[in-house]
């Protein structure tokens, strides 16, 4: 079965901090795509990231890193330098492809809500 | 500006009502799709659709219909069949297979039940 898990529910933390949220997904497949989604208290999902399970690369954009490890099946991400606007529900998320089943379907972990206090 | 539009923001139902929730989207995207949003659950599939006049159930069909009579709307309707129908609504596209590309999503609707 596919499952994403992210094990901190809520983080808070002071403005200028470092942070990392933590990704943890479950898969049979050796193709796959993990996400990561942003959800501001606007409510719309803003995509911030996707991984080929192919591609073990680090990647960095800005303040935002990612950090795939396919030995703990692991996909964390870490806002350097936090921001009061970085304050939201963070989304890590699970594809297959090609699709095992009979429709297209991306597995969402529960979210872990990011405060950053000022 | 290109983007997903739900409406209404906010919707009130009282048991026993059906409502539909509009979703349009202007991406020119093939696939849309409903997520179903409570409180500190991950999103789960309620329908999706990949190409006009067709559409498929998600893992929570159960007490929703929609339709796809166009590429650049589908809309969900909440049946008196769906027992606990209150929650966050979410509505996306992608321009191909959900798994491979990103969603672009829209602000939602909130549902509740009186």
């Known amino acids: 079965a596919q499952k994403v898990t992210q094990a901190q529910t809520e983080i808070s933390v002071v403005e200028k901090e470092d942070v990392t949220l933590d990704c943890v997904y479950e898969?049979?497949?050796?193709?796959?795509?993990l996400f990561w989604y942003k959800q501001p208290p606007s409510g719309e999902l803003v995509f911030l990231i996707r991984?080929?399970?192919?591609?073990?690369q680090n990647e960095i954009s800005g303040r935002y890193s990612w950090n795939f490890q396919k030995s703990t099946s692991s996909f964390n991400f870490t806002i350097t330098a936090s921001q009061v606007v970085d304050s939201a529900v963070y989304f890590c998320?699970?594809?297959?492809?090609?699709?095992?089943?009979?429709?297209?379907?991306?597995?969402f972990g529960p979210g872990t809500s990011l405060s950053v206090i000022p | 500006d290109g983007g997903i539009t739900q409406s209404p923001k906010y919707l009130f139902r009282k048991e026993g009502q059906n409502v539909t929730l509009s979703c349009e989207q202007n991406l020119n995207h093939d696939a849309m799709y409903w997520y179903r949003q409570d409180p500190g659950q991950g999103l789960r599939l309620i329908y999706y659709s990949q190409i006009v006049n067709d559409f498929q159930k998600g893992d929570i069909a159960e007490g929703y219909s929609v339709s796809r009579e166009k590429k650049e709307s589908f809309p969900l309707t909440v049946t008196s069949a769906q027992k606990n129908p209150t929650a966050f609504y979410l509505c996306?596209?992608?321009?191909?297979?959900?798994?491979?590309?990103?969603?672009?999503f829209g602000p939602g609707t909130r549902l509740t039940v009186l």
């Open positions: 991984r080929n399970s192919f591609d073990e």
């Open positions: 996306a596209s992608s321009s191909g297979l959900a798994g491979v590309n990103e969603q672009f």
């Open positions: 898969t049979r497949d050796t193709t796959y795509y």
């Open positions: 998320a699970l594809s297959a492809y090609p699709m095992k089943t009979s429709y297209d379907k991306v597995i």
